[in-house]
């Protein structure tokens, strides 16, 4: 009887150590990023979207070669981040870490230069300089992002990397008065960003109606001198939802997507 009830012990011991414990998903603040992460690094479509754009602004690029103003220098005038670089590894740690955005954790993804050259944003880029034409970096990354951003830039092969090409953010987050320096030296013969803003300051303005009357009003511009390429992930277009202010709670952000969803 004695050994019985050992048996019976030792068998609920084992039992009990190879209980295996329910995994405890962490639900991040962040949560919400995954769906357009995922698409953004593992969606063929995505690779394809950014071809697309870069295989049109070619074209667009031969066309205005035809009626060069030859007294003037010719450029492009791209953005950085979702333009040329991929920069989704730090939305994945955002969704990872349950950390959103801020300076600190901004820097310390592109501290590490390691950022990958968007589909067709190289070629594009080496295809115009064969051409003739320069490449002009309008990127809002802060000043002590630069040498940083020349390395990861330099690294992947871009050209056009010195400070007289790469214009980034002193103070004013417009880049409405770079443009217009650039556009005193440069016939300015393409645009090139993921944010409307990219292209003119008109879309600086997006009030209730989330900039779809903007759209419409410059819509013969797109595909011409504008090449808007996709950012599911983040955007102007995101800070029009929460009323042009990032600094309202997480709930609150959470509660404003959820509501201006259009269901039937
Ligand atoms: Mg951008």
Known sequence: MKNYFLIIFVAISIS?????????ETKSEYEHLL???????QSAEMKALYHQCYNWATVMLDKYLENIDTTKKACVI??????????????AKCIETGKGYSSETWKEWTDQAKAKALPGAL??????KEKGVETIYISNRKLNELEKTRKNLSDL?????????????DSVNSKKDRRIAIGKEYQILLLIGDQLTDFTEIFEKRD?????DLVEQYKNEFGDRFILL??????????AIYGNDFK????????????ILKSF
């Open 157 to 169: 092969g871009f050209p056009f990397i010195d400070d007289a090409h790469m214009l980034f953010k």
């Open 123 to 128: 070629e594009f880029l080496n295809y115009a």
């Open 35 to 41: 769906m357009s992460t995922v698409w953004f690094q």
């Open 248 to 259: 309202i709670s997480d709930a609150l952000k959470a509660e404003k997507r959820r509501k």
């Open 230 to 239: 996709p950012n599911p992930m983040y955007g102007e277009w995101e800070g």
């Open 16 to 24: 009990a150590c190879n209980k295996t414990e329910p995994v405890q």
């Open 78 to 91: 791209v953005d950085i981040d979702e333009t040329v670089l991929d920069n989704s590894p730090f939305e």
């Open 208 to 212: 209730s109606t989330l900039g779809f």
